[in-house]
Structure formats: C-alpha cells, structure tokens
C-alpha cells in the first residue's frame, strides 16, 4: 500500500504491507521516541500527535493517515537545545527509565495546543492514558503545569509559545 502524510514537517510517501501500524512504521524510520509497549492502546508508550492531538500510534493503520499530519518528539528537538517541555521534565526530575517520557511530553504539548486554562485536573486529565511504572505522576504533572504557565506567560508577554 502507498500513503502519503506530513511527517515531522516533511512530506512523505509509504510503501507498506496492508496491517501496518503507524507505530511499526514511524520505528521502521527510526524514530525510537515511540516506544513500542503494550501494543493495544493502554499504555501510552507509542503516543505520537495526529493534527496536533496526543493518539496511540499503535492503534492506527498507516493508510488512515493520508493527508495528515504526524509528529513525534524527534521533531521537537534540533539535538542541540532541548524544547521548553523537555526542559521542564528534566528540571522537575519527572523521568527514571524514560520510557513513558515522550509520550507524557507530547500529552502536555496537545493540551497546551488545545488552549484555555490549563490546572492540574486537566494535566492529569491529559496524562491520564500514559502510564509510567517508575516515577508515578507527581512530578510529571508538576512539569506539565509549569510548562502550560510558561507558555501562556509568554503568550501574554506577546511571544511563541
Ligand atoms: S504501545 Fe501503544 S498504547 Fe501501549
Ligand atoms: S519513567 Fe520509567 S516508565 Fe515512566
């Protein structure tokens, strides 16, 4: 099968056998930053953004992503600075084994890009399909809320976010 998606802010064209998951197919390329975990959408290892919404990429057959547009964490870094998100579960020291880690950063990034108030219900709302077996959610949900006041005091202060 042939599929062509936005990938990481390229436009790419699949080969692909009928059955392919997104996931199967974004690690076939290397991006390792979608980790392959429970296979059947509970743990939120393989979280990938779809149009800028947080979904299991193990969960979705390549040929439904035509025409979309698909990031993973590998786009949010130029492996010299880290993003702002990064940077925050670094500083709350909200990573052990790391594995959960760039699904819960892409979870926080689609709630800061659904916009409106952001408070801990809502980022443990949004961490809510991402399980981490080492650190457990404080910290975590400590880096999610500063990364969403960072953001909107930046937005406010006339910035990107
Ligand atoms: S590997 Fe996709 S949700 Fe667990
Ligand atoms: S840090 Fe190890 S699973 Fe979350």
Redesign the pocket.
């Known amino acids: 099968m042939n599929v062509q998606f936005e990938l990481n802010g390229r436009l790419v064209q699949t080969e692909h056998e009928p059955g392919t998951t997104l996931m199967e197919l974004l690690r076939s390329r290397e991006l390792y930053s979608v980790k392959h975990g429970c296979d059947h959408g509970e743990c939120g290892?393989c979280t990938v953004l779809m149009d800028s919404k947080s979904v299991n990429a193990c969960l979705i057959l390549v040929h439904t992503v035509s025409g979309r547009k698909i990031e993973t964490l590998e786009s949010f870094s130029d492996h010299k600075t880290m993003h702002h998100i990064q940077d925050n579960f670094l500083h709350e020291g909200?990573?052990?084994?790391?594995?959960?880690?760039p699904g819960?950063i892409l979870a926080v990034e689609a709630l800061k890009r659904e916009g409106g108030e952001i408070d801990e219900p809502g980022v443990r709302d949004a961490l809510n399909g991402n399980?981490?077996?080492?650190?457990g959610y404080v910290k975590?949900v400590k880096a999610g809320l500063s990364t969403t006041k960072a953001s909107r005091d930046k937005e406010n202060a006339g910035g990107d976010s």
């Not at 909200?94 to 880690?101: D, F, N, P, S, W």
């Not at 399980?131 to 650190?135: A, F, G, I, K």
Request: hydrophobic share 30%; with cysteine.
């Open positions: 290892a909200a990573a052990q084994c790391g594995y959960c880690t819960m399980l981490c077996r080492c650190t975590p």
